[in-house]
């Protein structure tokens, strides 16, 4: 604090006179005292330089033509601001002893006579100087003083308020708790209980006993490790634990005790002092985590051993690392969707429907087929949704490589149904191609006929694929009545050539543009401007905030846009309205797998889930520059016309 005190302060000095050449005089006088010198030629000028400013002194003429200095200190006065602001007058007359005593009534703190003695006049106006700026360090002093008791207080106020909630709690704990107190006397062998023991042991025991009779409530097992315990407290300087059983009306009981040794002063007295507090609910919880831990222990092995499966069979048929590389992550990656549909029914089953969708939705985006899918809601249990979901993984796959999706005018169409049989129900799947490369039968078996197989004889059931000519068929035929529910009604579904999204392999090479990147993780955004730059584009952004990404999409020039649904607890929904209007292409990039909390006419747009791929990026951009030029040849196809 002192070197802050000792620093000079740098203050105003308002000089007040009609005529230039004596504020300048005035100016030359007061040079030298660490002041900035503030002129005015009139009583306006003079009060708008005081609304503007903190004033030290003021150095006023009492004779002005529009206010004479009496009255424009009268006005200084009333303002609560200045009412305290020195004001020395300067006459060029002599003024009468009515005069002074007007002045000073008005405000005046000293009167300097023309001609002006220029030593007197520093030396006065330096004063007032100094007072102001002690008058600012006591101030501020003062507010500082003000402050730390102000914070004192309010900490002591938190500190007091703490500790009332603190004994609050102990004394709510304490009841919620349940806790039975005891005492024991080593010499006497009795027990002192608290009156709640008969609702922590769940029996009817007296509130006085002898430890022997005590001991008949304990459960024969462990007795002897309750003696050993009384024992060993009876000694100890700290306080011992120990968890037993003990029979009651519901059964067995577990009982958490707590006790030290305590002198009593007199000669060779102890006391155990401690608590008693039921534990079989905690118990029961830790014996169902250790069943739970020893599940998924289970369920992780197996997720393990089917990697591994998954791995030796892909390596054991592919050509090359990056052939093996590609198989093994769209296989794992397969399980990973099941598992998603699996976790979000809690792993009670999967409904085919949602398998299916799930499987031929990646694929869909990059063909120009038509996928038929016609099937009942049926549920599948969660062992027989894993490896239908390989099953279909690899049919999709196959297809694209070298059956109908790897060609224009192919198509694929998905059924499966329920068949009642007197032996019971049955189900029957089918997977056929038409309109591809002329179908041949492999020369060998490879991962994908091993999981087909391998799915057929999990389930009960018989697989039959058929490499005709004119295209690959797959029919399933299982016993899988005790593997499967009906879940709905019947699903059709039919995805026209005229619906299917461009690919952006089929598309021309665009040109840099100007892309509006709403991002409200930093560093996400960040990561994604560096990329979209690198590829030769100019970012507009990132804009973090709905209402600065409103006046962007609104205001801004730019070509396409990439918008984050979630903008911390705002939604990107206005500003997709927005950029339709103006006919703008975008996409989302979000981290959730659905977009039910759109509107339902932006459900269709475009969407980039995170984490983001580079090249997937760069697709979608590629989409949406494309979209913008067949926007603008349309729009001048218009214009001609």
């Given at each position: 604090m002192a070197p802050e005190l000792a620093a000079i302060e740098p203050v105003n000095i308002l000089l007040v006179d009609d005529q230039p050449g004596k504020l300048l005089t005035y100016e030359v006088i007061l040079d030298g005292l660490d002041a900035t010198l503030i002129k005015a030629t009139t009583a306006e000028e003079a009060l708008t330089a005081l609304l503007k400013n903190d004033i030290a002194v003021i150095l006023m003429d009492v004779?002005?033509?529009?206010?004479?200095?009496?009255?424009?200190?009268?006005?200084?006065?009333?303002?609560?601001?200045?009412?305290?602001?020195?004001?020395?007058?300067?006459?060029?007359?002599?003024?009468?002893?009515?005069?002074?005593?007007?002045?000073?009534?008005?405000?005046?703190?000293d009167y300097v006579s023309v001609p002006?003695?220029?030593?007197?006049?520093?030396?006065?106006?330096?004063?007032?100087?100094?007072?102001f700026r002690k008058s600012r360090q006591l101030d501020?002093?003062?507010?500082?003083?003000?402050?730390?008791?102000?914070?004192?207080?309010?900490?002591?106020?938190?500190?007091?308020?703490?500790?009332?909630?603190?004994?609050?709690?102990?004394?709510?704990?304490?009841?919620?708790?349940?806790?039975?107190?005891?005492?024991?006397?080593?010499?006497?062998?009795?027990?002192?209980?608290?009156?709640?023991?008969?609702?922590?042991?769940?029996?009817?025991?007296?509130?006085?006993?002898?430890?022997?009779?005590?001991?008949?409530?304990?459960?024969?097992?462990?007795?002897e490790t309750v003696r050993n315990y009384v024992r060993t407290t009876n000694y100890s300087d700290t306080t011992a634990e120990l968890e037993f059983r003990v029979t009651s009306a519901r059964g067995i009981s577990w009982i958490l005790a707590r006790g030290r040794a305590l002198n009593t002063g007199e000669e060779d007295t102890l006391r155990v002092l401690g608590t008693f507090l039921d534990i079989t609910e905690r118990k029961s919880a830790e014996s169902h985590q250790q069943l739970l831990m020893a599940e998924l222990d289970h369920r992780v092995k197996n997720i393990l051993a089917n990697v591994a499966a998954i791995a030796r069979l892909s390596s054991s048929n592919a050509v090359s690392v990056p052939s093996f590389a590609s198989a093994l992550d769209g296989r794992i990656h397969a399980m990973s969707s099941a598992h998603d549909l699996l976790r979000q029914s809690s792993w009670t089953g999967v409904d085919l429907h949602e398998l299916v969708q799930g499987a031929l939705a990646p694929f869909r985006s990059r063909s120009n087929n038509d996928i038929v899918v016609d099937g009942d809601r049926i549920r599948l249990t969660s062992k027989f949704g894993q490896s239908m979901a390989l099953v279909l993984h690899e049919l999709v796959t196959n297809a694209v490589k070298h059956g109908a999706l790897s060609v224009p005018g192919g198509k694929v169409s998905v059924g499966w149904s329920r068949i009642s049989m007197p032996e019971g129900e049955k189900i029957a799947f089918s997977w056929e191609e038409r309109g591809g490369p002329v179908c041949m039968k492999p020369a060998r078996n490879g991962f994908g006929l091993a999981v087909i197989r391998s799915a057929a004889s999990e389930c009960g059931g018989v697989a039959e694929m058929t490499f005709a000519p004119d295209g690959f068929q797959f029919n399933f035929h299982g016993e899988l009545s005790s593997r499967t529910q009906m879940v709905g009604t019947r699903h059709i579904a039919i995805v026209p050539k005229s619906r299917a999204p461009l690919l952006a392999a089929n598309m021309p090479e665009t040109s840099s543009c100007r892309i509006l990147l709403v991002e409200d993780e930093a560093l996400i955004a960040m990561q994604l401007k560096l990329d979209l730059e690198a590829e030769g584009h100019t970012v507009v952004g990132p804009y973090a905030q709905l209402s600065e990404a409103l006046r962007a999409a609104a205001d801004s020039n730019f070509d396409i846009a990439l918008i984050d649904i979630n903008l911390g607890a705002d939604n990107s929904a206005p500003i997709a309205e927005i950029l339709d209007r103006k006919n703008i292409p975008f996409a989302f990039t979000t981290?959730?797998?659905?977009?039910?909390?759109?509107?339902?006419?932006?459900?269709?747009?475009?969407?980039?889930?995170?984490?983001?791929?580079?090249?997937?990026?760069?697709?979608?951009?590629?989409?949406?520059?494309?979209?913008?030029?067949?926007?603008?040849?349309?729009?001048?196809?218009d214009q001609v016309a």
């Open positions: 004779c002005m033509p529009d206010l004479d200095g009496f009255e424009l200190a009268a006005m200084i006065r009333d303002h609560p601001r200045h009412e305290k602001t020195a004001v020395i007058f300067i006459s060029a007359v002599r003024l009468e002893t009515d005069d002074l005593l007007k002045g000073y009534r008005t405000g005046a703190v002006v003695v220029p030593e007197i006049l520093k030396a006065k106006v330096q004063i007032f100087v100094e007072l501020a002093l003062n507010a500082e003083l003000e402050e730390r008791v102000k914070q004192r207080t309010e900490q002591l106020q938190a500190s007091h308020a703490a500790l009332q909630e603190s004994e609050e709690r102990l004394r709510l704990a304490s009841e919620a708790a349940k806790l039975a107190t005891f005492e024991y006397d080593p010499k006497t062998q009795m027990l002192q209980w608290s009156a709640n023991i008969s609702d922590v042991l769940h029996r009817n025991v007296p509130e006085r006993q002898t430890f022997d009779d005590f001991m008949e409530l304990i459960h024969d097992d462990d007795r981290g959730y797998n659905d977009l039910v909390f759109l509107p339902p006419r932006l459900r269709e747009y475009p969407h980039l889930t995170k984490p983001y791929n580079p090249a997937d990026v760069k697709d979608l951009v590629k989409m949406l520059a494309y979209r913008t030029g067949q926007h603008d040849a349309a729009d001048a196809a």
